[in-house]
């Protein structure tokens, strides 16, 4: 295991070497990609984070802190026509190019052209039925579509849970000419589909997709335009106690020809024989083991030539017994070059993650000056509520990175990583770990509560191991804080702004508890299941610890949005995420105390302009949209719209009117666009 032991500093002397000795490559990457792949047009949101940076960011100023309160709503477009579930949850961020408005809608992602002036429906492309499509369990999962200009004619590029790539004309929706080949399934178009299966490298039928005893594979955010390179990342079936099998197919990463659909190049997210990082993984599990997908977001910058990949955590989410070392490239943030598809530079931020700790948003591209030093950086969230920031060129940490011994576990057979690399700044914006002191204490015999509930819990910071059935020392759980869906998770993720460098992270502070129990009793020993070699261990739940009496156990806030300096690697100011939820404030265990503003336990769903930092509570938040100066964090107003927004909102300028579009479901609607703008004058 020598590597892994190097590769935990990033930006060690030979990938530097390896940057000035590609120089050339990556300069002719660059001249391939015009200017406006930085940046939209004004007014546009060509991207699923709004440009390559993913910045969530737009200039567009026509809404300000004097007029917010004054939105209404312009029009809603609702899902109720596009599949059986109306109510089936969406992470769809549309996007806004050219004068039209794109959006999914469904379990099998109709793509659905939409005028941005009355919400009406244009036009719709489906995918033909297939096996491979009822195979996946991310149907709801589609993040979005991508937007190109090939040859001055506008192409949206759809990736579906099926892992096929459409090209279509973004005018008419028909499909692209001379793109890809013939899928051999009825209903398919003659061109204009690239059955991505096809150059994964694994034995597959066109029909029902890959042998589930072998693995398998999906999608779940849009692909990645650079210039004239598509890159794919990718989606597995959902870990946790769910999966209770040792193989999986790895989520590797593919390009192909924004013109033609041909295949560009393939990166190995687990490094096969011979390859840089083979041998973090220990007893050959790298032949067998999968998962390490690209599922979240992707960034680019096409001056470097190089896009960012934030990966997910190896099969299986909790237990690594068979898996033993560091396991490259899991839970990295790797930069490869765009043309090549070869790695730049990589950080590995969990060593043999045995938390479901994966990267769940995209990286976000912003020069910065740090101790008067111009760097371009590019900065990482994660669900362990650490930001993570680097010279986005050379993988150098704008701060020290250091590794630090952390607790190890009991459970048998499991490989412990003796320790893990910690940011000396950003400090931490969540809670991590659990202690005591961190336990409610809103009245006397809370406390009380709170201390008897967790008197079988094993406490400790982040990082503790999770304890196993029948434990020695009698714990029921470990207390895992932030929980696999805490710290800043899927809905929305980070938005920052350029012009001042000034990130704004949304986290929630959810704990749960982590057990390990004998995984043949959860397997169902069915042919469905994926991979065949049941694992010893697998998640079995953590007795719900967590809340006493629908009360969360942990003090509050619930939800924040936390303001941090990238140039400095201050945290500036935090606001509670909305408001108390009328749960808590009106509990009968907390008649007559003042408890204040708690936020709401969810993922605030943000946006952010030259004017004003807006953002929603989240999936069953109120409905509510706020506006809040960006410099102090101070509550300019708030609007009522009808659902609480389920997933990342954007804005564009339409005929020179600004709208915003929120992603709603719930309080009675289905999945729906609500879009926001201000009265005629």
């Not at 004309?169 to 059955?195: M, N, Q, S, W």
């Not at 959902?238 to 041909?262: C, K, L, S, Y």
């Not at 969360?552 to 936390?562: A, C, D, L, N, S």
């Not at 201050?570 to 509990?587: K, Q, V, Y």
Request: with cysteine.
């Amino acid at each position: 295991m020598s590597a892994s032991r190097s590769q935990r500093r990033p930006g060690v002397v030979g990938i530097v070497c390896t940057l000035t000795l590609t120089l050339g490559l990556v300069a002719a990457a660059a001249q391939s990609a015009s200017a406006q792949d930085w940046a939209n047009p004004y007014g546009e949101w060509r991207y699923w984070g709004a440009d390559l940076a993913s910045t969530r960011y737009s200039p567009v100023d026509q809404i300000n802190a004097d007029n917010f309160e004054q939105l209404e709503v312009a029009w809603v477009w609702r899902g109720d026509n596009f599949g059986p579930r109306p109510d089936f949850i969406q992470r769809n961020t549309p996007i806004y190019a050219d004068g039209l408005l794109y959006t999914l809608a469904g379990q099998r992602r109709t793509l659905v052209a939409v005028d941005p002036a009355t919400g009406e429906t244009l036009w719709t492309y489906r995918e033909p039925h297939t096996t491979r499509w009822e195979g996946s369990p991310r149907k709801n999962y589609g993040r979005g579509v991508a937007y190109s200009e090939v040859d001055g004619r506008g192409v949206l590029y759809l990736v579906t849970p099926a892992f096929f790539l459409h090209a279509l004309d973004a005018k008419t929706g028909e499909p692209l000419e001379d793109f890809g080949g013939r899928i051999p399934i009825e209903g398919f178009p003659e061109t204009g589909v690239v059955d991505m299966l096809a150059t994964l490298g694994h034995p597959y039928d066109v029909e029902t997709g890959i042998d589930p005893r072998v693995g398998a594979i999906t999608t779940s955010s849009a692909p990645l335009l650079v210039g004239d390179v598509i890159v794919v990342g990718n989606s597995a079936h959902p870990g946790g106690g769910g999966q209770t099998r040792i193989e999986n197919v790895p989520g590797d990463v593919q390009a192909f020809d924004a013109r033609t659909g041909g295949h560009l190049w393939t990166f190995h997210t687990i490094p096969r024989e011979g390859e840089f990082g083979n041998d973090t993984w220990g007893d050959d599990s790298w032949r067998f083991v999968g998962n390490v997908n690209a599922w979240a977001p992707l960034s680019a910058d096409p001056d470097l030539g190089l896009v960012y990949l934030p990966l997910d955590a190896p099969t299986n989410d909790y237990y690594g017994g068979f898996r033993p070392g560091d396991n490259l490239f899991g839970n990295s943030l790797v930069a490869v070059d765009v043309r090549t598809g070869e790695r730049r530079w990589h950080f590995q931020a969990i060593h043999h993650d045995i938390w479901d700790w994966d990267f769940p948003v995209a990286p976000i591209l912003v020069d910065v000056t740090v101790d008067g030093e111009e760097i371009p950086a590019v900065v990482q969230a994660s669900k362990q509520s650490f930001v993570y920031a680097f010279n986005r060129a050379t993988g150098e940490p704008l701060w020290p990175i250091e590794e630090r011994p952390v607790p190890a576990g009991d459970v048998p057979g499991e490989w412990y990583a003796p320790t893990q690399p910690f940011p000396t700044r950003p400090a931490p914006y969540e809670l991590q770990g659990l202690s005591i002191d961190d336990l409610m204490d809103w009245t006397p015999e809370l406390r009380a509560m709170a201390l008897e509930q967790v008197a079988d819990i094993k406490l400790g910071p982040i990082y503790t191991p999770y304890v196993h059935v029948g434990n020695d020392d009698g714990y029921r759980a470990t207390a895992q804080c932030p929980s696999a869906t805490g710290g800043t998770n899927i809905p929305g993720g980070p938005v920052l702004d350029p012009e001042t460098g000034i990130l704004y992270v949304q986290s929630r502070k959810a704990c749960s508890g982590g057990r390990l129990g004998d995984a043949a009793e959860r397997d169902d020993g069915g042919p469905d299941g994926i991979g065949v070699t049941v694992v010893d261990f697998a998640s079995v739940g953590g007795g719900g610890f967590t809340t006493i009496e629908g009360l969360p156990i942990v003090k509050p806030p619930y939800g924040r949005i936390t303001a941090i300096d990238m140039n400095t690697g201050e945290h500036l100011w935090w606001i509670p995420n909305g408001e108390t939820p009328d749960n808590i404030a009106n509990h009968p265990l907390l008649e007559g105390v003042d408890v204040g503003n708690t936020g709401f336990l969810g993922n605030a769903t943000a946006l952010v302009t030259s004017t004003l930092l807006m953002y929603a509570e989240g999936r069953g938040g109120n409905t509510v949209w706020y506006a809040h100066d960006k410099t102090t964090g101070e509550r300019i107003g708030q609007v009522d719209i009808p659902a609480p927004v389920s997933t990342a909102p954007m804005t564009y300028l339409h005929e020179g009117v600004q709208h915003i579009v929120l992603p709603v479901s719930g309080n009675g609607m289905p999945t729906s666009l609500v879009a926001l703008r201000l009265p005629a004058q």
